[in-house]
């Protein structure tokens, strides 16, 4: 959208990365609502939640506080003491989310190092330019005046400590988690705002630090020991040790009321279950609508991605992605644009449900054309932001910062990828950089018609669609060096050279038939009959001539 993204420059362009088509998703999860549960069923379930949720917060403060010492000794000493309070399973998954919790902070606190690292270096950049100094493309300018000097030098002062601290944090291996959420934790003392009483606030946190989970067991009863659901819908939860006398079943189970099943993908759910496959289980409520939800999750065999050949065989639909709608164009094999530009649009402003829901339904429009026109692939963009939201990169452009930081790049890309590949439909991820630009420079123009209005985004889309296919952007490539004539080369790049019909030289002008074009586009008018017979010479005359050649 914005060309950007890193790369070495050359001759002032910088090297584009290689288009490449995107892995397929590797899981599955949906999720139903469990209805009509009763007050026992619901005292259950706040029990169990409640008590595995406090396991799950010591292991993790056990698992912080062993830092980099942690080992596979460690892990199993762990385990062995919550086994003793719950199970050996749910031990198991609660050490389980622990570490992928532990991994997760991990790689948050690189990204944040890298960020504070790319703004210290923005601004001793900024800092060594005389005040007033403008700017390039690819670099900020100086400051505008001796204040904003001082104070940005001030920041400097203050970006060098923390990053110092986040250093020393990441080389002994101390992470910071909250289990329920830092968003959350923060909003105890906003309830003002967040028009929240402290009961609803102390309800919401206490659902969020619960642990209802199970992970999946091949081989085992419909895949799963812990919490089971049956073919017919029915629900039960293995309880822990200290919880056994809530059990209404035997084996210290506890059978639910209710009964679920599943609309999307139920039959592939059942499928997985009856070969007593492995399927992970949540159970969360939800504390704005009161309503408890279980979500089913398994694991899908790594699936090859088609070759990039095949994937441009029929033709490609270039999507261009802005703050509130995708652009999209189809091209041919060739990288003609065909037909009209398309848009989806989509309003990110709201809630997290409401944006999600928006994309999904703009995606869902995209791919039902796309199965339409008949190709086999969508190009989109691989789009980064992480480094480009830093306001030491554009200063006062705060709205353009918030444009990028609310756009939701990598999640958007794993829900293309995951909803085309459920219509055979591969995904081309490109380079981002100066589609936008070069589309607006070589296909806006031409294509812009007293019928047709083509704007930069539909540009763009056309830019990315043709470097999906793996042409050029530019719709022709330079002339020849010599003159004007075809003994250099051919001039274009819409076709490779066994295609027929591509541009070849220009035939003679007596090779044309009569009344067919000239060489200026024109036709020529048909000679009337008495010019003709005027014009034509007499058979005399031409005997003659002849025997003068002949003799």
Same mark, same amino acid.
């Given at each position: =959208?914005?060309?950007?993204?890193?790369?070495?420059?050359?001759?002032?362009?910088?090297?584009? !990365?290689?288009?490449?088509?995107?892995?397929?998703?590797?899981?599955?999860?949906?999720?139903? @609502?469990?209805? $009509?549960?009763?007050?026992?069923?619901?005292?259950?379930? *706040?029990?169990?939640?409640?008590?595995?949720?406090?396991?799950?917060?010591?292991?993790?403060?056990?698992?912080? !506080?062993?830092?980099?010492?942690?080992?596979?000794?460690?892990?199993?000493?762990?385990?062995?003491?919550?086994?003793?309070?719950?199970?050996?399973?749910?031990?198991?998954?609660?050490?389980?989310?622990? $570490? +992928?919790?532990?991994?997760?902070?991990? *790689?948050?606190?690189?990204?944040?190092?890298?960020?504070?690292?790319?703004? &210290?270096?923005?601004?001793?950049?900024?800092?060594?330019?005389?005040? #007033?100094?403008?700017?390039?493309?690819?670099?900020?300018?100086?400051?505008?005046?001796?204040?904003?000097?001082? *104070?940005?030098? /001030?920041?400097?002062?203050?970006?060098? +400590?923390?990053?110092?601290?986040?250093?020393?944090?990441?080389?002994? %291996?101390?992470?910071?988690?909250?289990?329920?959420?830092? @968003?959350?934790?923060?909003?105890?003392?906003?309830?003002?705002?967040?028009?929240?009483?402290?009961?609803?606030?102390?309800?919401?946190?206490?659902?969020?630090?619960?642990?209802?989970?199970? +992970?999946?067991?091949?081989?085992?009863?419909?895949?799963?020991?812990?919490? @089971?659901?049956?073919?017919?819908?029915?629900?039960?939860?293995?309880?822990?040790?200290?919880?056994? $006398?809530?059990?209404?079943?035997?084996?210290?189970?506890?059978?639910?009321?209710?009964?679920?099943?599943?609309?999307?993908?139920?039959?592939?759910?059942?499928? /997985?279950?009856?070969?007593?496959?492995?399927?992970?289980?949540?159970?969360?409520?939800?504390?704005?609508?009161?309503?408890?939800?279980?979500?089913?999750?398994?694991?899908?065999?790594?699936?090859?991605?088609?070759?990039?050949?095949?994937?441009?065989?029929?033709? =490609?639909?270039?999507?261009?992605?802005?703050? +509130?709608?995708?652009?999209?164009?189809?091209?041919?094999?060739?990288?003609?644009?065909? %037909?009209?530009?398309?848009?989806?649009?989509?309003?990110?402003?709201?809630?997290?449900?409401? /944006?999600?829901?928006?994309?999904?339904?703009?995606?869902?429009?995209? &791919?039902?054309?796309?199965?339409?026109?008949?190709?086999?692939?969508?190009? &989109?963009?691989?789009?980064?932001?992480?480094?480009?939201?830093?306001?030491?990169?554009?200063?006062?452009?705060?709205?353009?910062?918030?444009?990028?930081?609310?756009?939701?790049?990598?999640?958007?890309?794993?829900?293309?990828?995951?909803?085309?590949?459920?219509?055979?439909?591969?995904?081309?991820?490109?380079?981002?950089?100066?589609?936008?630009?070069?589309?607006?420079?070589?296909?806006?123009?031409?294509?812009?018609?007293? $019928? *047709?209005?083509?704007?930069?985004?539909?540009?763009?889309?056309?830019?990315?669609?043709?470097?999906?296919?793996?042409?050029?952007?530019?719709?022709?490539?330079?002339?020849?060096?010599?003159?004007?004539?075809?003994?250099? #080369?051919?001039?274009?790049?819409?076709?490779?050279?066994?295609?027929?019909?591509?541009?070849?030289? @220009?035939?003679?002008?007596?090779?044309?038939?009569? %009344?067919?074009?000239?060489?200026?586009?024109?036709?020529?008018?048909?000679?009337?009959?008495?010019?003709?017979?005027?014009? !034509?010479?007499?058979?005399?005359?031409?005997?003659?001539?002849?025997?003068?050649?002949?003799?």
């Amino acid at each position: =959208m914005y060309g950007l993204g890193g790369g070495d420059v050359v001759g002032g362009v910088r090297e584009l !990365a290689v288009s490449f088509v995107a892995s397929g998703p590797c899981g599955v999860a949906v999720r139903d @609502r469990l209805k $009509h549960l009763t007050a026992q069923d619901e005292r259950v379930l *706040r029990a169990v939640g409640a008590h595995q949720g406090a396991l799950a917060s010591r292991d993790l403060k056990a698992r912080c !506080a062993d830092g980099l010492e942690h080992g596979a000794q460690t892990w199993a000493a762990r385990k062995r003491e919550l086994t003793a309070l719950s199970s050996s399973r749910i031990a198991g998954a609660i050490t389980k989310a622990t $570490h +992928d919790q532990w991994a997760l902070a991990r *790689r948050c606190q690189a990204v944040h190092v890298q960020n504070l690292a790319a703004g &210290i270096k923005t601004l001793r950049h900024r800092l060594s330019l005389p005040i #007033g100094e403008k700017g390039t493309k690819r670099a900020a300018g100086g400051y505008r005046s001796k204040s904003e000097w001082f *104070r940005k030098s /001030r920041r400097l002062a203050m970006l060098e +400590d923390r990053h110092a601290a986040a250093v020393a944090e990441w080389q002994a %291996g101390r992470v910071r988690v909250v289990r329920g959420g830092k @968003r959350l934790l923060n909003t105890r003392h906003h309830l003002t705002q967040a028009r929240l009483t402290e009961e609803q606030w102390r309800e919401r946190w206490e659902a969020e630090r619960w642990f209802l989970a199970a +992970d999946g067991e091949s081989g085992k009863r419909f895949g799963n020991e812990t919490i @089971r659901v049956t073919p017919d819908g029915e629900v039960s939860v293995k309880l822990p040790a200290p919880l056994a $006398h809530l059990a209404n079943a035997r084996h210290g189970r506890y059978i639910f009321t209710v009964r679920i099943a599943f609309a999307h993908r139920g039959a592939e759910w059942a499928d /997985r279950i009856t070969a007593n496959q492995a399927v992970a289980y949540r159970i969360h409520l939800d504390t704005e609508r009161g309503r408890w939800y279980l979500t089913a999750s398994w694991q899908r065999p790594a699936v090859q991605t088609i070759p990039l050949e095949t994937a441009r065989a029929r033709g =490609m639909i270039g999507v261009d992605t802005n703050a +509130d709608h995708f652009a999209a164009y189809r091209l041919d094999r060739h990288g003609n644009p065909v %037909g009209e530009p398309h848009h989806f649009p989509y309003d990110l402003s709201g809630t997290a449900g409401h /944006r999600d829901a928006q994309i999904r339904h703009a995606l869902t429009r995209l &791919i039902n054309w796309a199965k339409c026109v008949g190709v086999a692939a969508i190009g &989109i963009e691989d789009l980064d932001f992480t480094t480009e939201t830093t306001r030491e990169k554009h200063g006062r452009r705060k709205q353009f910062r918030q444009l990028i930081s609310g756009m939701p790049t990598a999640k958007l890309k794993a829900r293309l990828v995951s909803m085309a590949a459920e219509q055979g439909l591969a995904i081309v991820a490109v380079d981002p950089a100066y589609t936008s630009m070069w589309g607006a420079q070589h296909w806006q123009k031409p294509l812009t018609t007293p $019928h *047709r209005t083509m704007s930069r985004h539909d540009a763009a889309g056309i830019a990315i669609g043709r470097r999906a296919l793996g042409h050029p952007i530019r719709r022709r490539t330079a002339p020849p060096p010599h003159d004007r004539s075809d003994r250099a #080369g051919h001039r274009t790049a819409q076709a490779e050279p066994g295609d027929r019909g591509r541009e070849g030289t @220009r035939p003679p002008t007596t090779d044309r038939p009569p %009344g067919g074009p000239s060489p200026n586009g024109k036709r020529k008018r048909e000679p009337s009959a008495s010019k003709t017979a005027r014009d !034509a010479p007499s058979t005399q005359q031409w005997v003659q001539d002849s025997l003068m050649c002949t003799g």
